[in-house]
């Protein structure tokens, strides 16, 4: 089955989808599970339609890191192996995104002398990236560590979602069995690049959110207050 286990709903400073249309384009787009992965921010939601992993993609000191099936927000500005710690202190798997990405030098762990061997599964495919060679970089990383890998979309908008993905075994009835699943490696990372024009969109979006344009007014309903 379809996951998409790397996407932003508007309540990244730079994304722009909210949740609901981002699970109804997901279905439509045959993606089974989806983990929203909003910056250094929990974003809990429930859907009936698809298999919706909680995550999160925190900023550390060197890069950035996320975590999926987590129950409490992780605060952004640690180290990462202290980042990577408290993600599995709640049973999360840790996956390190876009690691060689020269495109995001400040986000790409490795590019910031982070070993990655230590951590659960590496993104080698994310739709973002401008060409190929970071992908060929972390899948060759990858495959000489036997690490874990996947494929994300990365999405901000809806239009990317499900771009690139990753294939999961086909009995995963719930988010424990994607993370076993992640755990032991059985993931394929699948699809292709998003077209350019995307990267216009992140900027305009923080611009939006600024003056208020385009801010969601009520947070959904998430650990901490429910
Ligand atoms: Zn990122
Ligand atoms: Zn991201």
């Given at each position: 089955?379809k996951?998409?286990?790397?996407?932003?709903?508007?309540y990244?400073?730079?994304?722009?989808?909210?949740?609901?249309?981002?699970?109804?384009?997901?279905?439509?787009?045959?993606?089974?599970?989806?983990?929203?992965?909003?910056?250094?921010?929990?974003?809990?939601?429930?859907s009936?339609?698809?298999?919706?992993v909680?995550?999160?993609?925190?900023?550390t000191?060197r890069?950035?890191?996320?975590?999926?099936?987590?129950?409490?927000?992780?605060?952004p500005?640690l180290?990462?192996?202290?980042?990577?710690?408290?993600?599995?202190?709640?049973?999360?798997v840790?996956?390190i995104?876009?690691?060689?990405?020269?495109?995001?030098?400040?986000?790409?762990?490795?590019?910031?002398?982070?070993?990655?061997?230590?951590?659960?599964?590496?993104?080698?495919?994310?739709?973002?990236?401008?060409?190929?060679?970071p992908?060929?970089?972390?899948y060759?990383?990858?495959?000489?560590k036997?690490?874990?890998?996947?494929?994300?979309?990365d999405?901000?908008?809806?239009?990317?979602?499900?771009?690139?993905?990753?294939?999961?075994?086909?009995?995963?009835?719930?988010?424990?069995?994607?993370?076993?699943?992640?755990?032991?490696?059985?993931?394929?990372?699948?699809?292709?690049?998003?077209?350019p024009?995307?990267?216009?969109?992140?900027?305009l979006?923080?611009?939006?959110?600024?003056?208020?344009?385009?801010?969601?007014?009520?947070?959904?309903?998430?650990?901490?207050?429910?």
């Open positions: 089955m996951a998409d286990l790397h996407t932003h709903t508007w990244s400073p730079d994304g722009m989808t909210p949740p609901s249309l981002l699970i109804r384009v997901a279905k439509r787009k045959g993606l089974r599970v989806v983990a929203i992965t909003d910056h250094n921010r929990l974003t809990i939601v429930r009936e339609d698809v298999i919706l909680p995550g999160e993609e925190v900023m000191t890069g950035e890191i996320i975590g999926l099936g987590i129950t409490e927000e992780i605060p500005g180290d990462p192996f202290e980042t990577a710690d408290l993600i599995e202190e709640q049973g999360g840790v996956v995104p876009h690691p060689f990405d020269w495109f995001r030098r400040r986000t790409a762990l490795f590019l910031n002398g982070v070993d990655m061997n230590r951590f659960h599964v590496v993104e080698v495919l994310n739709a973002r990236y401008v060409d190929y060679t992908l060929v970089r972390a060759t990383y990858a495959k000489e036997a690490l874990p890998m996947v494929g994300s979309s999405a901000h908008t809806p239009w990317e979602v499900g771009v690139a993905y990753t294939l999961l075994p086909d009995d995963i009835d719930d988010v424990y069995d994607v993370l076993i699943a992640l755990r032991k490696g059985l993931c394929k990372p699948f699809g292709h690049l998003s077209p024009l995307v990267h216009i969109f992140s900027p979006m923080r611009i939006f959110h600024k003056w208020g344009l385009f801010k969601p007014h009520s947070a959904p309903s998430s650990v901490k207050n429910r």
